[in-house]
């Protein structure tokens, strides 16, 4: 949280602490007014500030290289995870940058079950340390999106910071110190809160999905080795408690789903029910029958010069028409063959459904310049029946073979 910030002011920390909740709790606007009414004192002629720092537009800032983050995405979900969650993070600035700098770091469900969780489970995972997920990043991009519209907040903070106020005060004495670490910090605040919106506007503007989260990924904006570090989310997964229920959101599988019987579901049964031509059973005399349905034979059929056409009237039974298809020229009675397919035992619904990425011989090296860590090549491609296989394996060293023979049998 705020536990690094140097406060100036004994109500400074409570201010900070003020204004990061309200970002936690979506209020991001009602946290920018506040900022803005404190800052007013110090913006103006002969103070910390330019006036016109407090005109910055969330609008005006961009973020540029969002376009791009949809086919990263897509790249690092090839390596076998989906990536479920993106953050944005204020990070030290090159003394020759114009703009503060900001770091892209993408992450799986295996550093938080981010797919799962609402706004309230987001911040769960928030301490006064930071935040539980902050190392397990799959991977991370300092250059791929950049921010436009913050310089002259930016320089303005930048003059600040360490130096004290030499404009606002005669003499460079501990109130003037103090004033510029105060004005610092609490503009330092104002960018973070422009920087939340911003994030926030081009997520409603330009969604964040994937084909594995086609209803949006968990977004977050924070901050590291900067003061302050207002760290929240923007949007999560789950839009509401509801969310997982309804199937909103959580990764979509690269294998088979498992069918589900939501009330979306249920609708669609209804309008299927609707279109496909009826079909009985006669449970009287075990003849099953199929009306206005047709079948054209295989190749081996035309080529004999036979068009045959595989239905049978009401009423006739299943020798009749086996005994109908044998006529025409099949070599084997329907019969039979109708016998062979209900006769084949129905596999089990873990193997019906199974995903064909479980097959460890389908598994394939990500694509090059794509970071995958060791823990997820070592999940994906290597078994503890490969562990055992390669031990078996190896040749006996010297120590193996003259402990075999001379111990006592």
Known sequence: MLADATAARPDDTQFLEAVETMLRDGDADTALEQIRARLAEHCGDGRPLPASVLDLDPST??????????????????????????????????????????????????????????????????????TAWQSERADIDGEIVSVSGLEPLFNAIRALSGKGDARYASQLDEDAQATGEHVALVAGAYLCTLLHIAVRDKALQYPLTSESMPGGLAILVGAREVEPALRAPVEACCKDSHAIVAGQSGPKSHGAMMPSFGASDELRRKECDEELPETSLDSQSDTLELHDTAVQADDSDHANGHEVAFFRAPGETLDDFAQEQTDIGEEEPASESVATVLDVPRKGLDEVFADPADDPESWHLPPPDIHTTGTQLRRRLVSQDDIEELEASRPRTLLQRLKARFQPA
């Open 61 to 130: 800032i961009d973020l540029v290289g969002w376009d791009r983050l949809e086919e990263e995405i897509s790249q690092l979900d090839d390596c076998g995870e989906p990536v479920t969650a993106i953050a944005f993070d204020l990070v030290p600035t090159p003394m020759a940058a114009v703009e503060p700098a900001i770091e892209t770091s993408f992450y799986f469900d295996t550093a938080w079950p981010f797919s799962e969780c609402d706004r309230a489970g987001l911040l769960d995972g928030y301490d006064a340390n930071g």
